[in-house]
């Protein structure tokens, strides 16, 4: 697929946010890199919590920190994850509410991309993973 934003330095965006991963109960990090519409980029970590279900997992925590600056519209987002102190050796891909939050901001082409590395990767679209969404024009 040809790209018309340097993916390479994404998921290297992403690898440096997973750096800060808090994940002590889990020991599973995951780092995130959202690209916005303008050409920024928001990164974000997974940030868990002893009452467990205040966790919330990096992808939203990089769209909640975009969407305070002002973003509304999003390109693509990268995502690695994987046990602590070893390199991601399978794809993390989003979990459901993290979906649903980028169907909230995002069109159906809007890019995510799940890597092991720079070299491994795997990129779908929205509508690829979450297909029949709800979102506010079900509302209108
Ligand atoms: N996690 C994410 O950050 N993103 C995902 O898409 C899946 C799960 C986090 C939440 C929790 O801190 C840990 O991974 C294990 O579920």
Redesign the pocket.
């Known amino acids: 697929m040809e790209l018309d934003f340097d993916v390479k330095k994404l998921i290297k965006q992403a690898m440096g946010a997973r750096m800060k991963a808090y994940?002590p109960?889990?020991n599973?990090q995951?780092g995130?890199a959202l690209l916005s519409a303008q050409g920024r980029v928001y990164p974000g970590c997974?940030?868990?919590n002893a009452s467990y279900g205040a966790?919330v997992?990096?992808?939203r925590v990089a769209f909640f920190r975009a969407v305070q600056e002002g973003e509304r519209a999003f390109r693509a987002i990268v995502?690695v994850?994987g046990k602590a102190g070893e390199e991601p050796d399978s794809y993390?891909?989003?979990?459901g509410i993290?979906r649903q939050v980028m169907k909230e901001f995002c069109k159906d082409d809007f890019l995510i991309i799940v890597a092991k590395n720079t070299k491994e990767y795997e990129i779908s679209t929205l509508a690829e993973l979450l297909p029949h969404g709800f979102g506010g024009e079900n509302l209108a």
């Open positions: 994940a109960y889990s599973y995951v995130a997974n940030q868990e966790t997992c990096a992808e995502i994850g993390a891909y989003p979990c993290c």
